[in-house]
């Protein structure tokens, strides 16, 4: 069994994450909450996982990927790289990736909806703290959203600060 600490370089290095690595159906390490607290890191980490879920519903700039060097504009093709490059270049990039905190437990691909109850967006990733039972979330809405009160299946959500900066050449 291995512990290997995430680089000091991760997007988010001051959440101290580990990998750890055993024969399949070995325990965890006594006392870890691993799955959990990997999960939970994630979401905070602010750089979204999409799954099979939300797959194709998003550019690399709506989950903030260009901010955290996850895609780059100034190599090869790619697959999609027509959609990519007119959001890009275009300047018509109206979704971002935010991070929030609700009351309660989010789910993958809940919608996420402004004061006037419109959708603005969905929820992309969520996760709860292992021993607060904090419920975290990353989700991907509208720009012009990002200011109003917002809610997911009636759940009020709470903004965080990003725990990188985000570009301003999109």
Same mark, same amino acid.
């Given at each position: ?47 979204? !996982? *999409?799954? +099979?879920?939300? =797959? ?6 709506? &989950?903030n990927y #260009?901010?955290?060097?996850?895609? /780059? ?25 935010? !991070? *929030?905190? +609700?009351?309660? =437990? ?6 996420? &909806?402004?004061? #006037?109850?419109?959708?603005?967006? /969905? ?28 809610? +997911? ?12 900066s985000l570009?301003?050449?999109?």
């Amino acid at each position: 069994m291995s512990l290997y600490p995430i680089p000091s370089d991760s997007p988010s290095p001051s959440l101290a994450r580990a990998l750890w690595l055993a024969p399949a159906g070995s325990g965890a390490p006594a006392g870890a909450q691993l799955p959990a607290w990997w999960q939970w890191s994630e979401v905070m980490s602010a750089v979204p !996982l *999409v799954g +099979a879920a939300l =797959a194709e519903q998003f550019v690399p700039q709506m &989950l903030n990927y #260009e901010s955290v060097d996850g895609v /780059s504009f100034k190599k090869g093709c790619y697959p999609g790289q027509e959609v990519v490059a007119r959001s890009q270049f275009r300047g018509t990039l109206k979704r971002r990736a935010y !991070l *929030v905190q +609700a009351t309660q =437990a989010l789910s993958v691909g809940d919608a996420v &909806l402004d004061a #006037e109850g419109q959708e603005v967006g /969905s929820v992309v990733q969520a996760a709860t703290h292992p021993d607060t039972g904090v419920h975290n979330a990353i989700i991907a809405i509208q720009t012009s959203a990002a200011e109003q009160p917002l809610t +997911a299946n009636t759940i009020a959500l709470t903004a965080l600060p990003l725990p990188y900066s985000l570009r301003n050449d999109i």
